[in-house]
């Protein structure tokens, strides 16, 4: 979804970021002006109540010297007075309940589409944007920030245009009754308006502030959540609890100072304008007493300039919820505007299906990671793998292994050179048609918050329940997902901790084998299993391999001794390749891996 250039143009906490929100909103225009038709009669309910009363008091209240019969006749009209009211207060309650909900709905769409759309987009992004973005700040914007916007548009935005509408009638009825004495009280309200707006601007800086500090903690809570088995074992848990502590007093501290600045703000706008709006009335009843108006145009009078001072307090609380909100919009608006550098090209090149394994080539290929300009993670890397073959891809830690596999599912852009899958460059193929092309068996499985049966079928969403079990089975998985207490139903528990570590890696290779992608990466997917596991795992591993064209990084030389072709890589370079035995006997690099691994 698009979002509003003007939001970006404004400065940073203005209440027109607000803005931004305005391609949310214009799905919606037809119950946005239902909510503004109850939202003027509304307000036109409550400006026509004076006008009752100032009938009801100068019409059947005050008369004195009256005869018995004009006693009774101003008894009827006093309970015709007395219906009017009636009438004008239930037309109120109408429009007020009509305005309550149509202003509500919006404010839950709204929110709901602004959550959907900010998720929708940051889960397209590349892994550069998480190099730089925390997942705790994402969510804190996905929550707390959408949540201050729900407050405005369900709510405070309708306040404040019920109360502006309600305010300047009240103020065109008083002008209009008592234009002189009017004149003066505006003069008044003007020299109100500077310094508010002073206060105004260090409401919105402060507002923005505290919204960042709230979004700090929520980062570091998400970070230590996902690591507490690390935390416990290193007996952190105080110290986590302390730097979170120093977070949550920090956002503490700044929103104190912008709830004082705002008080303040508030408390003046109330007393000043309530001086101005008293000496208005004060020139009222000095007018009573000389005779120049009546006792129900006094009465109109004190509720115009009550309905004008509530309406302006109210305003000024409204104008601190639009400020607070402004902050949480651009904090959204900035990840929506985020532009993801990896992205499929406008004509995709259509890529016709295979039966097999696919072709692999790497050109020259040189990349740097974007939060690593300086060293190459690749340099002048080529590598051609044939349908079905089976490549492993060895070297010590930083050689640029991985690399190869982030820069193959297309999540990095190399700086040169060019990869080709099946005789199409990645670049020209939709991201979507070359990633199905691709299945991963990484070293730390994931596993999500679901059923084993869904954790499998994830790789395949619309597999039945047999094509699942099936890819189950073949990945050695089926007999312990059966002794589960619900069997497929069970639930894994957040990242799979209900499962032992191959027991997760199983459930990854089964979900890899049900996508049944012509070409298999395999990513250090034994290297954290005991013995037993890694047999178990190996096993399901070769099954999976059966067919396809596979890539395999791994430390373990032992695992991939079997290999057609071994890559070694060594500070981002090709430096040798050929069997294990080839390579063992060039006594180079590899062979220096293996005598460490292998001699006892």
């Not at 005869?67 to 429009?95: I, N, P, S």
């Amino acid at each position: 979804m698009a979002t509003s250039s003007a939001s970006f143009n404004a400065p940073k906490g203005s209440p027109r970021s607000l803005s931004g929100l305005l391609p949310f909103l214009q799905p919606y225009w037809g119950q946005i002006g239902l909510a503004v038709f109850f939202l003027v009669m509304a307000a036109i309910a409550t400006l026509v109540f004076p006008l009752a009363l100032r009938s009801l008091i100068d019409g059947g209240l005050v008369n004195a010297g009256l005869t018995d019969a004009g006693k009774g006749e101003q008894l009827m009209a006093l309970r015709q007075h007395f219906f009017e009211l009636f009438a004008v207060a239930a037309a109120l309650g109408l429009f007020s309940a009509g305005r309550f909900y149509m202003v509500s709905w919006l404010g839950e769409r709204v929110t709901a589409d602004l959550r959907n759309a900010v998720y929708s987009h940051v889960v397209r992004q590349s892994p550069e944007f998480f190099e730089t973005t925390q997942t705790g700040e994402v969510l804190s914007r996905l929550t707390g920030d959408t949540t201050l916007v729900q407050t405005v548009v369900g709510s405070s935005l309708s306040m404040g245009l019920r109360n502006a509408v309600m305010g300047v009638g009240a103020l065109i009825m008083l002008v209009y009754t008592n234009p002189y004495l009017m004149v003066q009280v505006l003069g008044v309200l003007v020299l109100i308006v500077a310094p508010s707006v002073w206060f105004g601007r260090r409401v919105r800086k402060l507002s923005r502030a505290s919204q960042d500090r709230v979004a700090d903690s929520s980062a570091i809570a998400a970070e230590v959540l996902n690591a507490i088995p690390v935390v416990q074992s290193y007996t952190a848990e105080g110290r986590e609890a302390t730097r979170f502590n120093v977070s949550t007093t920090n956002a503490f501290n700044v929103a104190v100072r912008r709830t004082k600045a705002r008080s303040v703000l508030v408390a003046f706008i109330i007393i000043a304008t309530s001086a101005a709006l008293l000496w208005g009335l004060y020139q009222g009843t000095q007018a009573v007493m000389r005779g120049d108006i009546t006792a129900g145009h006094l009465g109109q009078t004190v509720v115009y300039v009550i309905i004008l001072a509530s309406a302006t307090a109210v305003l000024g609380e409204v104008y601190g919820d639009l400020l607070r909100a402004a902050g949480a919009t651009e904090r959204l608006m900035e990840l929506l505007a985020s532009r993801s550098p990896v992205v499929s090209p406008p004509n995709p090149v259509a890529v016709p299906a295979i039966n097999g394994g696919s072709s692999i080539k790497f050109e020259a290929v040189t990349f740097h990671y974007p939060s690593r300009p300086a060293q190459a993670s690749l340099n002048n890397f080529s590598m051609h793998v044939a349908p079905g073959e089976t490549v492993a891809i060895v070297g010590p830690s930083g050689a640029g292994k991985s690399t190869v596999f982030q820069l193959l599912l297309r999540f990095y852009d190399p700086t040169s050179g060019c990869i080709e899958l099946d005789g199409v460059r990645t670049s020209d193929m939709a991201l979507e048609d070359l990633r199905h092309r691709v299945g991963i068996v990484p070293q730390d499985a994931v596993i999500f918050s679901t059923s084993a049966l869904e954790n499998i079928r994830y790789g395949k969403p619309g597999a039945t329940d047999e094509e699942t079990k099936a890819a189950a089975k073949a990945a050695f998985a089926h007999d312990f997902i059966n002794a589960l207490p619900e069997g497929y139903d069970t639930f894994l528990g957040e990242r799979g901790v209900r499962l032992s570590g191959g027991q997760r890696q199983r459930i990854a290779i089964a979900r890899a084998m049900l996508k049944n992608s012509p070409l298999l990466l395999l990513d250090e997917a034994t290297s954290a299993l005991d013995a037993e596991s890694e047999r178990m795992v190996q096993a399901a591993l070769e099954s999976a391999m059966q067919g396809r064209t596979t890539l395999v990084i791994a430390h373990r030389l032992a695992t991939v001794q079997q290999a057609d072709r071994i890559l070694v890589l060594d500070h981002g370079k090709l430096v040798e390749q050929g069997t294990h035995t080839e390579l063992v006997n060039q006594g180079g690099v590899y062979a220096r891996l293996a005598a460490l691994q292998f001699t006892t």
